[in-house]
């Protein structure tokens, strides 16, 4: 994605940190990322360790950043973008247990470790090193949040646009636990329709059914001419018991230990 952090700094300084008009008077799919509040659907319903310490790698024009700074006492914002971090400092500048990194997660150090380390969207290559970068800066009973677009999501095989990263369910599981999944838990949610605008949250207690989502087509980043009827097809895969194959992205824990 493009580096639009001038712009939206200018339209934030204009509208006076209003978002709410800035979304209504510039419709624009990248604003609509960068500022939206529905963003924080994704993560909003978790119990996050009020006491906690958090290592958000990406800074992401401050999307989250709000959310986790409600929930925890520290919030670290690491991103080799000067830019976008100075964005999200001027966006959250009344919040003061927030500080800005520049810099790369692989040269990254924390002697005190976190109690959360959140990648949204900013899994690089080599996936296997960032992964293991990550954990290694987790305390031991600490959370590794992620979230990915799968490459099998059936909006991106009707042709929207996926991230560089997507990885299958398998990949993304083996990635996180090893080849023979004894390198910690992972527990998997299915974000609909993806995991930047989350509408529903889904987990394996509870997959969507046949008809649930048959009219879960959103266009705002959707191609003008679909390659099949996007909608049959979720029928088909929930009919089959094939959701989580085939969802748009996932959301998924990771911690060493079992959670209750």
Do not use: C
């Given at each position: 994605m493009n580096d639009i952090s001038p712009e939206i700094k200018k339209l934030y300084q204009k509208y006076k940190g209003n978002i709410k008009d800035i979304l209504k008077e510039?419709?624009?799919q990248e604003y609509l990322y960068a500022l939206s509040?529905?963003?924080e659907n994704l993560l909003e319903w978790y119990e996050w360790n009020p006491d906690g310490r958090l290592l958000q790698v990406g800074s992401d024009y401050g999307a989250m950043t709000g959310?986790?700074?409600r929930r925890v006492k520290e919030v670290t914002v690491l991103d080799e973008n000067q830019n976008n971090l100075t964005f999200n400092?001027?966006?959250?500048?009344k919040q003061e247990n927030i500080r800005y990194v520049t810099g790369t997660l692989s040269s990254f150090e924390d002697a005190e470790g976190f109690d959360y380390?959140?990648?949204?969207?900013?899994l690089e290559e080599p996936y296997?090193?960032?992964?293991?970068?990550?954990?290694s800066l987790l305390k031991p009973e600490g959370k590794l949040i992620l979230a990915v677009c799968n490459r099998l999501g059936l909006k991106y095989q009707a042709g929207a646009i996926p991230d560089p990263c997507r990885l299958g369910k398998t990949e993304l599981l083996e990635l996180l636990c090893g080849t023979k999944q004894n390198d910690g838990t992972v527990r998997f949610y299915y974000p609909m329709p993806d995991y930047r605008l989350p509408v529903n949250l889904y987990s394996p207690d509870y997959l969507p059914g046949k008809g649930e989502l048959t009219h879960a087509v959103l266009a705002y980043d959707f191609p003008r001419y679909l390659r099949f009827d996007l909608g049959k097809w979720y029928d088909e895969v929930c009919e089959g018991k094939e959701f989580e194959t085939f969802a748009n992205s996932y959301l998924t824990i990771?911690?060493?230990?079992e959670e209750n």
């Open positions: 510039n419709p624009n509040d529905q963003r959310l986790y700074s400092r001027s966006r959250y500048q380390v959140v990648m949204i969207g900013s296997k090193e960032q992964i293991a970068k990550a954990k990771w911690s060493r230990y």
